[in-house]
């Protein structure tokens, strides 16, 4: 057996280097999307912004914009250093998707974008709306009426369908979340406190996209929006890249040879994760070095990239369960279009136990006062692989990196939704 498709099934934490990393602009060029398609989505996202500043007076002081603080964390970066041992040199910054406005994830940047745009499209193919209105029109009981004859329907394991339920909900389409067995109690109640109607399956990720593909197929004014396939969705989680640039710039931070950016995302289908990859490769070229982190017993995408079957295996065909603490990550057959995009630009994955999560979290809280869902506090299990396995060092060797200048930021991807009560029962979590 190889021996990485060996230490996946026994669940074993690991590194696994890519083999197909290229030069980023060559790996780029192979593309059908580039960075003229960020560029349209960042321009229609700047377009809503008055809409999104009424509707959700939360996003005022960014101007109708959904952005998450970036935070350097040098007591986060003390503890792994020393309690997980992890000789990490340079800076570690934490980007908080956790705090996104309106669902606190990341799936607000690919989820709320891609419902955006098809309301967008609806409403100027109808003659109600040109690019050239105040989008804040949207708001008006008008829109609300005209899209409430349409659905929106998206399988989840909890925050794509959150940021999509909230969003279309807002505008007036009638919602569908087809929620597989991981998802969290808390976030189905708090979508059916927005009028979204939730469909709640026994089996798992793969099955509930299954299961909403059909169901909205069967409805001519039903939209899809396909976590495993959507170009759209990954062009929203792309846009990130350029507001993370901006960020940086703001606080002084160099990305060049010298200063090598490392980038650690946790990872379930590949969505999210891919956008954010992608949209770092165009800014940043070779100087951006991203490493998506998954659980143990739901590796999906590195089982893909791995063996080069993508989505034509999953987890449970190398005897894996796929079910894991990390209910945002439990998902066992990764985006196929995600690993085609990510084969010459990813450097690598790392898994994590689900008991990490719990240790991570608490780290984070305890030495920066920051609240971060589980699977979100995968990403700090990057960088401790980095500097931990064999494979990682090798890595920094290859690639002759000034380390002592490198800035490692962990994309926390969820969290602020999170209830008190859940919070508490987290920090009380030892497996």
């Known amino acids: 057996m190889d021996p990485i498709i060996e230490k996946l099934s026994k669940a074993q934490p690991m590194l696994w280097i ?5 030069a980023a602009e060559d790996a780029l060029n192979k593309l059908s999307i580039s960075e003229k398609d960020t560029a349209e989505a960042e321009a229609r996202l700047e377009r809503f912004a008055p809409y999104i500043m009424l509707k959700f007076p939360q996003t005022a002081a960014s101007g109708g ?8 964390t040098p007591a986060m970066l ?8 992890a000789p990490i040199e340079g800076t570690l910054y934490v980007k908080r998707d956790c705090d996104l406005p309106i669902s606190g994830s990341i799936k607000a940047r690919g989820g709320i974008y891609e419902v955006l ?20 029109v949207l708001a008006e009981e008008r829109f609300t009426k005209f899209f409430s004859q349409y659905s929106v329907q998206v399988a989840s394991t909890g925050n794509l369908g959150l940021s999509i339920g909230v969003m279309s909900a807002a505008l007036g389409f009638r919602t569908t979340v087809h929620m597989s067995a991981d998802a969290r109690e808390w976030k189905k109640a708090l979508l059916r406190q927005k009028g979204v109607t939730v ?7 793969s099955a509930a996209v299954e299961r909403g593909r059909a169901a909205s197929a069967a409805d001519p004014m039903s939209y899809f929006v396909d976590d495993e396939n959507s170009v759209d969705l990954f062009m929203g989680y792309s846009v990130a890249a350029s507001r993370l640039k901006a960020q940086l710039d703001a606080a002084g931070v160099t990305i060049d040879a010298q200063h090598p950016l490392f980038v650690y995302i946790p990872c379930g289908v590949g969505g999210g994760p891919g956008g954010v990859t992608f949209g770092l490769k165009t800014i940043f070229g070779d100087n951006a070095h991203v490493f998506f982190v998954e659980p143990t017993l739901a590796p999906c995408m590195v089982l893909g990239m791995a063996t080069g079957l993508d989505n034509k295996i999953c987890v449970q065909d190398i005897g894996l369960s796929g079910k894991t603490e990390a209910d945002g990550l439990a998902v066992g057959r990764a985006s196929g279009f995600v690993g ?7 450097s690598g994955e790392v898994t994590v136990e689900d008991a990490k999560l719990f240790d991570y ?4 809280i305890e030495s920066e006062g920051l609240f971060a869902e589980p699977s979100a506090c995968a990403a700090f299990a990057g960088p401790v692989g980095l500097y931990t396995y064999e494979e990682g060092k090798a890595y920094m060797r290859a690639h002759g990196l000034n380390m002592k200048n490198a800035v490692h ?10 209830p008190e009560y859940e919070r508490e029962k987290y920090a009380k979590t030892h497996l």
């Open 199 to 205: 469909i709640e399956y026994p089996s798992d990720y």
């Open 340 to 346: 085609k995009v990510m084969r010459g630009l990813l």
């Open 361 to 364: 979290m608490r780290s984070l």
């Open 78 to 85: 003390w503890r792994l250093r020393h309690e997980y041992g």
């Open 409 to 418: 930021i962990a994309w926390a991807t969820g969290g602020s939704l999170v």
């Open 65 to 72: 914009l959904i952005e998450s603080p970036l935070t350097e």
């Open 18 to 22: 890519n083999p197909n990393l290229t």
């Open 117 to 136: 745009k098809h309301a967008e499209t609806l409403a100027i193919n109808a003659g109600l709306l040109k690019e050239s209105d105040n989008y804040a």
